[in-house]
């Protein structure tokens, strides 16, 4: 799984940044989220790498482009058929997970019952969905354009009022695929010919924040241990 460049950026922030900087703990908890958050996607490729898609088919991860206004947009995967095409947005959340329809509120509570708020997953993925069917619209194409959100997290729990919510637990995704496999018929959609179309829009997005350098421990890595210092010049190599 490839990583983003914001992931890239945030992974070296934390080995750097001095200890006693008052942002160091939060940049720490950004990174901690980042790094569940791609254990989720690398789930879902395994998941899916297991499963036996009953067409042809191309899967993209990770897709990012900027769109014709300027805005970004970052799909976890993208699962395109002669079926349907498929968004999925992951989610590795622990805890009791709730929904209010009425607000788009989308919320956990933890199990020391705290309650924690959460970007919509709903939105996110309903706005992804609206730029792709427009962008295949350009190209006078106009199949099913799906999205689904994938909690990765086995111990996670669904409040009843997900039950008519396009949400489900990585576990059942085989079986989810299956019945939009019976419920989509066929089409004249060519997967690898909608895969280019997206590949000449992909770029990957810069980091999302930057930082100055006065904020940051400068050296190299050891290898080895992790020490961070100057290096040494000593028979003939850098040590």
Sequence with gaps: MQKSKHYLFMEALVHRIHA???EALRFQEEFYRLQ???????????TLADYFIKSDYEILYNFECINPRGFTHQIDALLITPHFIIIFEVKQISGGLFYKPAVHEFYRVTEKGVEE?????????YRHRLFIEQF????ALKPPVLYLVVIANYRAKLDIAFESMPII??????????????RYPTTTLVPHQISKLFKSIQQHLPARRQIEL??????????HCEALGPMIFYHGSWH
Aim: proline content about 6%; some cysteine; glycine content about 6%.
């Design 20 to 22: 006693h900087d008052e």
């Design 169 to 182: 637990h990585l576990s059942s995704l085989p079986k989810y695929l299956e019945s939009l496999f019976e």
């Design 214 to 223: 006065s904020r940051l421990k400068t050296g190299v890595f050891c290898r």
């Design 117 to 125: 708020n959460f970007p919509n997953p709903f939105d996110q993925a």
């Design 136 to 139: 295949l619209q350009q190209h």
């Design 36 to 46: 569940a958050g791609l254990a989720g996607e690398m789930k879902l490729k395994t």
